[in-house]
């Protein structure tokens, strides 16, 4: 454990942010705030957010369930319109935001823009996606019947995002929701309010009607919940943990919500023997410790063929060793700190437990508190060898960056070991035999596949999401989103009698 720390505020000037309830910011009903600090340095006070209630939930909803017909009625081409300019109003402040995002999240400065600059093309996309033709013309046994199907929207949505990706994540959940004519409320993580706030700006100043999309901060049991269970919300997106998802399968399922949910992973990056090692030590080490392996696509093991794992693991402790963790902010920081410090405690008992249980720790394995890192959430970038795939540490994941080695012998046992977690979001292979790709490609149990890359990473005009405990079966981003944010009608024309 880490000592108890003095702490002193930072001059920087502290805004307070309210919810944003039917084109007006306005203070949480009870008048009450909560803090956001940053993660790099805890005098660091990044601002006061409203502490919603059920007040604010009811009011949220109210102002998107009157707005909705308004909506769903203006024109596809007018929502791509306000779209694209937030697109570009977004574009013009990246680097402001990105450094914002960096500031409350944790993740280094250029991972930061990195982000807001995805956003900006995920805005961009669903602009033009909104344009694009929708429904279908099918023939019919009278020649004289026009049949076709159109697709509606679906209503009230409510948007629940993570804190990893704060800016990323509500854009690609909230730009389909609005692009396809539904209206939104939405709940940003507790801990990255900053960017929530900035993305609900920005789309208002693109010209969002009142009601239409409505931001209300706040913890979960006292938004989450209420939101998700007033019958007005007719869909819940949701990306977080596999314990509130199943929550949340449970309340939908009661009240007949539609639902989409994207939860954990423990990915995989098989190795095989002829693998390029250089290409394949590079794309691990980002994987495993980007984001501060705070990627719900991170790699979590590395799956090795026996005859090079030791050569490999050897080069993995050197990279992984040398890994510059610091304050986000700074040039050359390659890694920054988890979210907060129960998050940075949280691991480093995950580890400790796993070293217990017989991995063989090489590098890390604890808290950072010298050269200037005393006041944030910062662990040790880790690496374990020989780990037993049916551990507790090759089963669950970690959320930090913690990789282990597991050394097999050929593809048929790498990717039985790959598949036996509850998880399947993301899996790589690197190989230079293309048949052997194929299969695993084939074989392996995971929504999102890369060969000769890393297990993180997706575009956003492609869908994303996982197998097996990672999602509930659908799929986000890409062409997939309107599947999940309208629903079909089914239409018959027939003329009227001669």
Request: proline share 5%; hydrophobic share 40%.
């Amino acid at each position: 454990m880490v000592a108890a720390r003095t702490r002193t505020d930072s001059a920087e000037t502290v805004h307070t942010h309210g919810n944003f309830i039917n084109g007006e910011w306005r203070p949480a009903g009870s008048g009450s705030t909560f803090e956001n600090r940053s993660p790099a340095n805890d005098d660091d006070l990044v601002g006061h957010f409203a502490a919603s209630n059920l007040e604010d939930v009811n009011a949220a909803v109210t102002a998107a369930a009157e707005a909705a017909d308004g909506w769903r009625r203006t024109s596809a081409v007018a929502r791509a319109a306000i779209l694209h300019k937030a697109a570009n109003l977004l574009e013009t402040r990246a680097n402001e935001i990105g450094r914002e995002l960096t500031r409350e999240e944790g993740k280094t400065l250029k991972e930061g823009i990195g982000e807001t600059t995805r956003a900006v093309q995920i805005l961009r996309y669903f602009a033009g996606e909104a344009q694009q033709p929708s429904g279908e013309h099918y023939p019919s046994a009278n020649p004289l019947t026009l049949l076709y199907t159109a697709r509606d929207p679906l209503g009230v949505v409510a948007i629940i995002t993570p804190w990893n990706f704060p800016i990323a994540i509500p854009a690609w959940k909230i730009a389909p929701a609005l692009a396809f004519g539904n209206t939104v409320v939405f709940k940003p993580a507790s801990y990255t309010p900053v960017c929530g706030v900035r993305l609900v700006e920005i789309l208002t100043e693109a010209g969002l009607p009142p009601g239409v999309l409505n931001l209300v901060s706040g913890g979960a049991s006292d938004v989450g919940d209420p939101l998700v269970r007033d019958e007005r919300v007719v869909a819940i997106s949701f990306t977080g943990s596999n314990q509130t998802g199943a929550e949340l399968r449970k309340i939908a399922a009661e009240r007949g919500a539609k639902l989409q949910l994207e939860m954990g992973g423990k990915n995989p990056a098989i190795v095989l023997a002829d693998a390029d090692l250089e290409q394949a030590l590079g794309q691990v080490v980002n994987g495993a410790m980007m984001s501060t392996g705070q990627k719900c696509t991170a790699t979590s093991r590395a799956i090795v063929d026996r005859s090079l794992a030791d050569q490999f693991t050897t080069k993995l402790a050197e990279r992984i060793a040398a890994l510059n963790v610091g304050d986000p902010l700074e040039d050359g920081v390659q890694m920054g700190p988890l979210i907060n410090e129960q998050a940075a405690e949280r691991v480093v008992g995950e580890v400790t437990a796993a070293k217990d249980a017989g991995s063989d720790l090489l590098v890390g394995g604890g808290r950072l508190t010298d050269n200037g890192r005393g006041n944030g959430a910062f662990v040790a970038p880790t690496l374990f060898a020989g780990v037993d795939p049916s551990s507790r540490f090759g089963q669950e994941e970690l959320f930090g960056p913690v990789l282990g080695v597991i050394p097999v012998d050929g593809l048929d046992e790498a990717v039985a070991v790959a598949n036996q977690v509850r998880f399947g979001l993301s899996a790589s292979i690197f190989t230079r035999d293309l048949g052997k790709a194929l299969r695993f490609v084939q074989e392996i149990q995971a929504g999102i596949v890369h060969v000769n890359s890393e297990t993180a990473g997706a575009e956003p005009h492609v869908p994303f999401g996982g197998m097996k405990g990672s999602s509930s079966y659908s799929r986000e981003q890409g062409k997939s989103a309107r599947e999940f944010f309208t629903q079909v009608k089914t239409v018959y024309v027939d003329p009227p009698p001669a």
